[in-house]
């Protein structure tokens, strides 16, 4: 199950495109959604070179293999540093907007079963050699079967923390995973023992296709649209002899965020306004510096109580704020303007509510500032990606589609049309298509293979200045 979750979660995968879109589904309303385009991780290890020493920084700039150069703390890495020197570092987060990947030389190789930290001091006591076992492990004779058969898998120099899943694997699926993690370890140790350039020694699972994993393997509801994804995840479940009838393939005439009407909530996702339930609603307006949510009480009942009023809007707009927060991945200084409200224990209580909606994240991914003088909710939340709009839009006030996001949504559209039956059945197609989107679907592309096996065989396609980035014609020859 997602971490934090409940039984009523599922997720819905679309990977019909050159994406993946992962829709949490928690009490049948769409919780968060991830997309997934490939390219680089967090956890990913690459052997880089120091470009540069920045002391002011405390810190050292890194040159990497495909990816922007990164950041690397002094306090992240055993040892000085100086430029030019090689050295095996890890992403710990992600670059965004205009600044690059930040790194950590203290190397956690991940696997689906355990983490492998391969270069633990062997003098610190805590934690050479140390296996951390699942809090949740309550059974003591199965917790002092894995201490034992660890115990003889352990060297001093490494560190296990074994996850909740592979808690109930036999002692040959531990001790394989722990031979496969350690052979990521070799070779990274081998690229840096003879560096010629910067390459990446270990591709990470993407947090996308760590959610899903944990989520199937947990026994969670997944349901598949994109017949080599839902093959993957039961190739997956089946090598560990798990059941898969929780894993469902969607092969409705529809696409399965039409179908589950996924696609609207993306709509409103990317529009400043969100209505709230029982009136009322919210404006959310990103800026480079911060994210300012208005709450107005337009459209809610009316009250003679003007405080209770302000006091029963506000606390219907605090789980949907913390909702778009997440659905539209948000980070940062987060400025909320709520209905003047009467009283300290009124703004108590949607900071209370704020709380509750937040969960786990309140356990380290988001701040609270409290009240201003002004009357104002400040609070900070880490970032974790790049936002929705940034993926899908630029900003007002031309938010026209991205390239990516513009090709993805005519893969879908013409996909669309193939299996609700408007393209016709089956015949030669010409697509018409904006001039930059004809070239991402050139020959041998990923995006041409997925056109031929939705239409049987691959389309011609021509280019026609005159729809947008996001348009296209299809006609039947």
């Not at 810190?59 to 100086?82: E, N, Q, T, W």
């Amino acid at each position: 199950m997602v971490a934090g979750g409940t039984e009523t979660d599922r997720l819905l995968i679309d990977a019909v495109a050159c994406e993946r879109r992962i829709a949490l589904i928690r009490n049948d309303r769409l919780a968060r959604l991830w997309i997934d385009r490939g390219g680089p991780a967090r956890f990913d290890i690459h052997l880089g070179r120091v470009s540069k020493i920045l002391p002011e920084m405390a810190a050292a700039m890194v040159v990497l293999d495909g990816v922007d150069d990164g950041l690397l703390p002094f306090d992240r890495i055993d040892g000085p540093l100086h430029e030019g020197q090689w050295v095996i570092v890890q992403i710990s987060r992600l670059g965004f907007e205009d600044k690059g990947p930040k790194l950590t030389g203290r190397i956690a190789i991940e696997g689906l079963g355990m983490i492998l930290r391969p270069n633990e001091h062997p003098t610190d006591a805590k934690r050479g050699g140390l296996l951390e076992l699942p809090r949740k492990l309550k059974d003591e004779n199965r917790r002092a079967v894995l201490m034992t058969l660890f115990k003889g898998l352990i060297a001093r120099e490494e560190g296990i923390t074994l996850r909740s899943l592979a808690i109930d694997w036999d002692d040959g699926a531990l001790a394989g995973e722990l031979g496969q993690l350690r052979a990521v370890w070799k070779r990274a140790q081998a690229a840096l023992a003879s560096p010629a350039k910067p390459v990446v020694v270990f591709k990470a699972l993407s947090d996308a296709d760590q959610l899903i994993e944990r989520h199937v393997m947990a026994g969670g509801e997944c349901i598949v649209d994109g017949s080599d994804e839902f093959v993957r995840l039961r190739g997956l479940l089946r090598v560990r002899g798990l059941d898969d009838a929780h894993l469902i393939r969607h092969d409705g005439a529809r696409l399965l965020f039409d179908d589950q009407d996924i696609e609207d909530d993306i709509a409103t996702a990317l529009q400043p306004r969100v209505p709230l339930p029982g009136g009322g609603w919210i404006a959310v307006e990103q800026t480079t510096a911060l994210c300012a949510i208005d709450v107005n009480a337009g459209g809610s009942d009316s009250d003679n109580d003007q405080a209770r009023r302000a006091e029963r809007v506000n606390l219907r707009a605090a789980p949907e704020i913390v909702r778009q927060l997440q659905l539209r991945n948000i980070g940062g200084l987060v400025v909320i303007d709520p209905l003047r409200m009467a009283g300290k224990a009124s703004r108590d209580r949607f900071e209370t509510a704020l709380r509750d909606a937040f969960g786990p994240e309140m356990s380290g991914a988001v701040q609270f500032g409290g009240f201003t003088r002004l009357g104002l909710f400040e609070l900070t939340r880490q970032r974790g990606g790049i936002a929705l709009v940034d993926l899908m839009q630029g900003r007002l006030p031309d938010p026209m589609p991205t390239r990516t996001a513009a090709l993805n949504f005519v893969l879908r559209s013409v996909i669309r049309d193939m299996r609700s039956g408007q393209g016709g059945q089956g015949g030669r197609y010409r697509l018409y298509l904006s001039k930059g989107l004809v070239a991402d679907l050139a020959p041998g592309s990923h995006g041409q293979q997925i056109l031929e096996r939705a239409m049987g065989m691959a389309p011609e396609l021509a280019a026609d200045e005159s729809l947008s980035r996001a348009d296209y014609r299809l006609e039947k020859l």
